[in-house]
């Protein structure tokens, strides 16, 4: 994605952040779903709305304006406005729009109403994959119109989620992690046994400790020990549920010193013993 084919309030990873945020800690509810063929006028003035609401021109053209901006409606574009932000629209008359609309509402888990949003996110981009995200607004629709109240509640939410999802992927894309943290991360999965040092770690990412460090947090949201730590219980995991291996055994693979050190640090990470975990798993219903 290019910079000319976003414009918003909030930088491109800003954007994707807050989204992200959403995804983890809210309740995304669909309230309306909907397919127009723009046949007569269309306009909006100044609308402020409690949800938040997206709209994406499958064709035809016109006009949003929010936070300042004004944007052009046009194919493969998505427009998206958060809870509370003002707009305004209108259609060109020589090419009216073809647009794919929702509107949704965030609740906290105490299934309270989200309705004071720190950051008045708004923005306008062109998709990657135009494909994609006609079929996910065309299935979620269909899945809103749905007669089952709970089928379509459930299906209509999780695409809606998938749609948020794929939005983030996009927005992402300027920040994908470097072939060198790839290469990286390559070995941290194929060596999970092996404590590698920052000071070697940072020399297969080809740049400096301070700048490996930063760049490692931003692509795995994660220190590189800590990553390496919980790599390690989560193979610890896999060995437990899938080899008949003895715990002693899945420690002395993975480089512990003792079976007591393992147990202590997979304990943390994992929330229960090995033990405990491998008898959980194989408890009869």
């Known amino acids: 994605m290019s910079n000319q084919d976003f414009v918003s309030n909030l930088t491109q990873e800003a954007c994707a952040e807050i989204l992200e945020r959403w995804l983890e800690k809210f309740r995304l509810e669909l309230e309306f779903s909907n397919v127009i063929h723009i046949r007569g006028k269309w306009k909006l003035e100044n609308r402020n709305i409690p949800e938040a609401h997206m709209v994406f021109t499958c064709g035809g053209g016109g006009t949003y304006f929010f936070t300042g ?25 020589a090419h009216l729009p073809f647009l794919m609309t929702c509107r949704f509402k965030l609740f906290d888990s105490n299934r309270q109403l989200i309705e004071a949003f720190p950051e008045p996110l708004a923005m306008m981009f062109e998709v990657s994959g135009s494909g994609l995200f006609m079929s996910l607004f065309e299935r979620m629709f269909r899945y809103y119109h749905l007669t089952h109240p709970r089928i379509r509640k459930v299906l209509s939410n999780a695409v809606l989620r998938q749609i948020i999802g794929e939005i ?47 760049r490692f947090r931003e692509a795995y949201g994660e220190t590189p020990v800590g990553y390496q730590i919980k790599l390690r219980c989560r193979t ?50």
């Open 236 to 285: 610890a995991a896999e060995h437990l549920l899938e080899s008949s291996m003895s715990i002693k055994e899945i420690a002395a693979g993975l480089s512990y010193p003792d079976q007591y050190a393992f147990s202590k640090q997979f304990k943390k990470v994992i929330g229960s013993s090995p033990s405990a975990y491998r008898a959980k798993a194989y408890r009869k219903p």
């Open 69 to 93: 901006r004004k944007v052009e409606l046009c194919k493969d574009r998505l427009i998206f406005i958060g809870p509370g932000v003002p707009h305004s629209g209108w259609a060109d008359p």
């Open 168 to 214: 983030v992927l996009d927005l992402s894309t300027a920040r994908m992690p470097d072939p060198k943290l790839d290469e990286l991360h390559n070995k941290l999965m194929s060596h999970p046994e092996k404590r590698f040092s920052i000071d070697e770690m940072s020399e297969i990412a080809g740049c400096s400790r301070k700048t490996f460090l930063s």
